[in-house]
């Protein structure tokens, strides 16, 4: 079991009251499933992924990520369980506009500590995998939309994380970059990587083997893709 949560709560002071973001989520998601978070603004699907993600922590309940129970770290240790075991893919993809391709990809190794030629090749090797080997060099305003989320996805994948975790990734393209992107996320499943991604739209959670629906903090719907999908339609 690489994520397991039990009875996850989480709640905001909001001013003089409270906000119950999460009302005790369970969720187990094995290692090589492909799994959408899907839910309406409000639902608590942010809130679940910053969980998820170690970016934040719960106000009760357990979380274990590989075998670790990050539910109780401290902030050092939470941020050395992101770099290590967890790919981020941002909707807006988050790339150092003057650096290159490379340089993109390589940054959470530097912050590992690996070895420049390390880094270099380890980046190199992601840029091929998500079909930018004759972009490396190029910066980011010299990418299309689609080759910067390539990008940001092979940044998520030179560290070999446990966990790629991608955030509303086809939100900024186009429909025809976005099915590009959700191609690279097929072939990537199919290769044993393991997936989270958070969605609001029910097209993209019916692409994903799995599906898992919140309503109001709570999981109300967990299965296949494209059930779970036309009942968050139906709601």
């Known amino acids: 079991m690489l994520i397991q949560l039990s009875g996850i709560e989480r709640t905001y002071t909001v001013g003089t009251e ?3 973001a999460l009302r005790g989520v369970d969720l187990s998601i094995d290692a090589g499933e492909w799994v959408a978070i899907i839910g309406q603004s409000g639902s608590g699907k942010s809130t679940l992924m910053n969980v998820i993600g170690c970016l934040d922590t719960p106000t009760r309940g357990t979380y274990f990520l590989n075998g670790k129970d990050v539910a109780r770290m401290d902030d050092d240790s939470l941020a ?15 790339l150092l506009p003057r650096e290159t391709a490379l ?6 190794l530097v912050y590992r500590g690996v070895k420049a030629a ?5 980046a190199q090797e992601a840029l091929v995998k998500v079909g930018l080997a004759d972009r490396v060099h190029h910066r980011p305003n010299e990418l299309s939309g689609g080759q910067r989320q390539r990008v940001a996805i092979a940044r998520a994948l030179a560290g070999e994380p446990s966990l790629l975790l991608a955030d509303e990734p086809t939100g900024n393209l186009d429909s025809a970059t976005g099915e590009e992107i959700i191609k690279l996320f097929t072939q990537l499943h199919e290769q044993g990587h393991t997936i989270v991604l958070v969605t609001h739209e029910p097209k993209l959670a019916a692409r994903c083997p799995r599906a898992v629906r919140l309503s109001d903090g709570l999981v109300v719907a967990d299965g296949p893709g494209k059930e779970v999908a036309l009942i968050s339609v139906a709601a």
């Open 118 to 122: 390390v880094r270099h090749a380890r």
């Open 18 to 20: 409270k906000v119950h």
């Open 103 to 108: 340089a993109n990809v390589e940054l959470p």
């Open 80 to 94: 050395d369980v992101r770099n290590r075991e967890i790919g981020f893919v941002f909707q807006n993809f988050q």
